[in-house]
């Protein structure tokens, strides 16, 4: 769909919205609506003249646009009316979460996704279990909560070993839960179409679709002021559920066994593929480049595919790019290898030379743009800082 089909589509969406989520409304949102070429502003107090840079990313979320915080909106995404106008209502509503939602805990993106148990088959057994009782249609609410609240606090002790990710995930369940639940409320009530969130998630999108999932579930189960309200006031929705102190449940009916040997098989097939992917890597000729320990680093990724071992490392699937003060390094369509740990990236390169202190390489998958440079004895490539100066 190009921009002018979705400006004339929004427009009227919005005329009329409905109700999702207390005093929500997408009505006078600020928002961009946009494709490759085009791009068209609405709600918007102060709409710039030039496309701004967030555009480029081709992603729905909430940006600050001349100081004003805006819902981004990918035309090109969107097939037809029964698919923007949801993420129409998604976008917006994390606009809504910025002004009214209260937001803490402390985290790293970068370093929570790359120690993610998204391949520890005790914790993907949980999780299947989890997908499993959201998914039961004939099992009353209470049940329900019931099952859920014995699996949810087992699963939260895994992740509770590692800092961050705790405060990581309740945030991405209030972030992305909420908002899926709300264009999920939409695509029903306006198109029809029943939720599905019965595939089984690991890693860094469970949270869209379990999140999702719970607030249907509590939305059966309590008035919508008194459950939302507590989410909009800082709790996530697992601690909800947890918050409800409810009967204990003996998990041993849920097959835990059975499932985790069975992800025990499919971990074993994801690491077979990905560790095939990176010795083809190195044999093909592969570049590490060491960062440095201390220093400011933007990156622009796919979180939905990347691989992460949850020892620090994880590999990037489909593209990264990486900008630190010294330059910027940027991989498409080969794959890299990330050590957060040591502070390395690993990707497809053949020799490389260095002039004047800089590493350029300009590939069709690869581009690198690095100021301060020094090659090491074992082939690395070590980025330094500023006072570490050649």
């Not at 004003?68 to 037809?80: K, Q, R, S």
Request: contains cysteine.
């Amino acid at each position: 769909m190009n921009t002018a089909t979705a400006y004339e589509i929004a427009r009227g969406a919005l005329e009329h919205p409905i109700s999702t989520w207390l005093d929500y409304s997408p009505k006078n949102t600020p928002l961009v609506l946009f494709d490759d070429k085009d791009f068209i502003f609405m709600n918007h107090p102060d709409p710039p003249a030039k496309r701004p840079d967030i555009l480029n990313d081709r992603v729905g979320t909430a940006a600050e646009i001349n100081g004003v915080l805006t819902a981004t909106i990918p035309a090109e995404m969107c097939g037809d009316e029964k698919t923007l106008v949801p993420l129409l209502y998604h976008e917006c509503f994390h606009v809504y979460q910025n002004r009214r939602f209260k937001f803490e805990g402390n985290y790293d993106f970068f370093e929570v996704l790359s120690f993610y148990p998204e391949l520890d088959a005790a914790y993907r057994a949980l999780c299947s279990a989890e997908t499993e009782i959201l998914s039961d249609q004939g099992l009353p609410a209470a049940d329900k909560a019931r099952r859920l609240s014995a699996v949810v606090k087992r699963r939260r002790q895994i992740l509770a070993l590692h800092d961050g990710l705790l405060d990581f995930e309740d945030r991405l369940e209030r972030l992305e839960g909420t908002a899926s639940y709300v264009d999920q409320k939409v695509s029903l009530r306006l198109f029809g179409k029943s939720p599905d969130n019965s595939s089984c998630c690991y890693g860094f999108s469970r949270q869209y679709f379990v999140g999702a999932d719970l607030c249907w579930l509590f939305e059966r189960m309590f008035p919508a002021g008194e459950w939302q309200g507590k989410i909009e006031g800082g709790l996530s929705l697992s601690e909800l559920l947890l918050e409800m102190a409810l009967p204990e449940y003996d998990v041993s009916s849920l097959g835990l066994e059975a499932k985790e040997r069975r992800e025990n098989q499919e971990v074993a097939e994801v690491l077979s593929g990905v560790r095939e992917k990176i010795e083809c890597l190195r044999k093909n000729g592969a570049l590490t480049i060491q960062l440095p320990s201390k220093i400011d680093v933007f990156r622009s990724f796919n979180p939905g595919a990347i691989v992460s071992f949850g020892d620090g490392r994880l590999v990037h699937l489909e593209f990264v790019t990486i900008q630190i003060p010294n330059g910027s390094i940027s991989i498409k369509g080969g794959i890299a290898l990330e050590d957060y740990t040591n502070k390395t990236v690993t990707l497809p390169s053949t020799a490389c030379d260095i002039k004047n202190n800089r590493l350029d390489i300009c590939t069709e998958n690869v581009k690198v743009s690095l100021a301060n440079v020094a090659r090491r004895t074992d082939g690395t490539i070590e980025v330094l800082q500023d006072h570490e100066a050649i």
